[in-house]
């Protein structure tokens, strides 16, 4: 089990994790070591702080979701 980060909540980590795991599943590149399950992936890159949440996110629009980066997934700093 990841353990979730101080400070963020679960439900934040819980979403942080799925559209993280849909970048990867689209084929992003890891930002940790990958793991058998793409899931536990991205669940470790939102524990290390790998993945961060943007504050000015924007909704996808569903007929170029597949073209697009969904914006909480960007490097801190």
Same mark, same amino acid.
């Given at each position: 089990?990841? #353990?979730? *980060?101080? !400070?963020?909540? $679960?439900?934040?980590? =819980?979403? /942080?994790? !799925? /559209?993280? $795991?849909?970048? /990867?599943?689209? !084929?992003?590149? *890891?930002?940790?070591? *990958?793991?058998? #399950?793409? $899931?536990?992936? =991205?669940?470790?890159?939102?524990?290390?702080? #790998?993945?961060?949440?943007? =504050?000015?996110?924007? $909704?996808?629009?569903?007929?170029?979701?597949?073209?697009?980066?969904?914006?909480? =997934?960007?490097? *801190? !700093?």
């Amino acid at each position: 089990m990841v #353990k979730r *980060p101080d !400070g963020v909540n $679960a439900f934040e980590f =819980a979403v /942080l994790c !799925g /559209l993280r $795991a849909a970048q /990867l599943q689209r !084929g992003c590149t *890891p930002r940790v070591a *990958p793991s058998e #399950k793409i $899931a536990v992936t =991205a669940q470790h890159e939102v524990a290390e702080r #790998k993945i961060v949440r943007s =504050a000015d996110t924007v $909704a996808l629009n569903p007929e170029t979701a597949a073209d697009e980066e969904v914006d909480v =997934a960007r490097s *801190p !700093g």
